[in-house]
């Protein structure tokens, strides 16, 4: 099943898990399944319907009890990993602290392990972040989606006084991510909102080609007098392959100069960039010099970056890119359980409908180094068990 995140109006955690209830997760199992990691007397979790200009939608609202307190990043990791949750439920929520915790850190001078979240720590955020994940697992979500993300402008007050809007740890989260400015003075996406994203969403952009079983909206809990303040959710199943259609970029150029040792270097710096792809490709260039040509695959997002690694760390005078789309099956990263424990693996949808799993490389190389075994044996061992 494919998500698309429609923030017209930004997002924040109550919207996302209001729209997750509008969507059909029952608000009693979500209770239930969110005292696994909090007691019962530490929250109350109401939802009811609202109308925003004309729409209805639904809204969350988290009561405390008895009163709210912080929590470091520590003590919410420990929390996550400890519990009984699944395995994709843990992951999805203690990756969109991880994100949190590192822009807060960035933001104030501190390592993570010794950020306090106050508002974003809090039993409120916790209700909403793990909710969130709790109900794409209900609705089996696979893959996401988001359109730009609006960031609003003016002031906002928070535990550290008169912040201007974007607050700093939620322009922190969305480095690299295509936000857009709007004349609303409000707070339109949180760094709660903005971690969701940035963790969740494969892409973004218009609304992908996919045929929509439903929607759901959350309400935010402010008026707006401009438009209505709601967060879309669109649920289906992405058309033609069952994949993702989405633009990307082709970043390339020829070398004819370089230390080929370099090339490793700079494949490693690539990847941390963001590509998508890095390949060297023999040619033979003018003079009928041997030479390499650099062809990596990006998001649109990324080019700046990777225009400007090529260009400080190569010999190249010039790069050229160029707009392609591409169609990638649906695939999903799960874990499995094998001889050697558990195991990553990607869950790959053929067109037929036939999904084929195969072990990611890391986890067999891992366990190969751990048992000092060829890494062939671990790789053939685990397809010979989830096939």
């Given at each position: ?25 029952p608000p009693e199992w979500l209770r239930e399944k969110l005292e696994l990691i909090l007691p019962a007397d ?169 045929t929509v079983r439903t929607s759901g909206y959350g309400a935010g809990k402010r008026e707006l007098k401009e ?161």
């Amino acid at each position: 099943m494919h998500a698309h995140f429609d923030c017209f109006s930004g997002i924040s955690g109550d919207m996302t898990l209001a729209a997750m209830v509008d969507l059909g997760v029952p608000p009693e199992w979500l209770r239930e399944k969110l005292e696994l990691i909090l007691p019962a007397d530490e929250f109350e979790l109401k939802t009811g319907w609202v109308m925003r200009s004309g729409i209805k939608a639904v809204a969350v609202d988290v009561k405390v009890k008895p009163a709210d307190h912080a929590r470091d990043f520590r003590a919410i990791k420990a929390l996550l990993l400890g519990s009984v949750l699944p395995e994709t439920v843990r992951q999805r929520s203690l990756a969109i602290f991880e994100k949190i915790a590192a822009a807060e850190a960035a933001v104030h001078g501190c390592s993570m392990e010794q950020v306090h979240f106050h508002e974003v720590g809090a039993v409120d955020a916790i209700v909403d972040i793990v909710g969130t994940a709790l109900g794409l697992d209900y609705l089996g979500v696979a893959s996401v989606s988001a359109g730009a993300i609006p960031l609003g402008c003016g002031f906002v007050v928070c535990q550290h006084g008169t912040l201007p809007v974007p607050a700093p740890a939620t322009l922190k989260i969305v480095e690299g991510l295509p936000v857009c400015g709007t004349r609303i003075p409000h707070e339109l996406t949180t760094p709660t909102g903005a971690a969701i994203l940035a963790v969740l969403a494969d892409e973004f952009g218009p609304i992908p080609l996919m045929t929509v079983r439903t929607s759901g909206y959350g309400a935010g809990k402010r008026e707006l007098k401009e438009q209505p303040n709601l967060l879309r959710v669109l649920l289906g199943r992405r058309s033609g392959l069952k994949g993702a259609s989405n633009a990307v970029v082709v970043i390339e150029t020829t070398i004819d100069d370089m230390n080929p040792e370099i090339f490793g270097f700079v494949m490693e710096r690539l990847f941390q960039d963001g590509a998508l792809d890095v390949c060297w490709v023999p040619v033979q260039m003018k003079k009928n010099r041997p030479g390499t040509l650099v062809q990596v695959l990006s998001r649109l997002e990324d080019r700046p970056a990777i225009v400007r690694r090529l260009l400080s760390e190569t010999t190249t005078s010039g790069v050229r890119y160029y707009e392609v789309r591409r169609e990638i099956l649906e695939r999903e990263i799960k874990w499995v359980d094998t001889a050697f424990g558990k195991v990553q693996v990607k869950a790959i949808t053929r067109p037929d409908g036939k999904v084929q799993m195969t072990p990611e490389f890391d986890a067999c190389r891992d366990i190969a180094r751990e048992r000092n075994m060829p890494i062939k044996d671990v790789y053939e061992r685990i397809i010979k068990e989830i096939s």
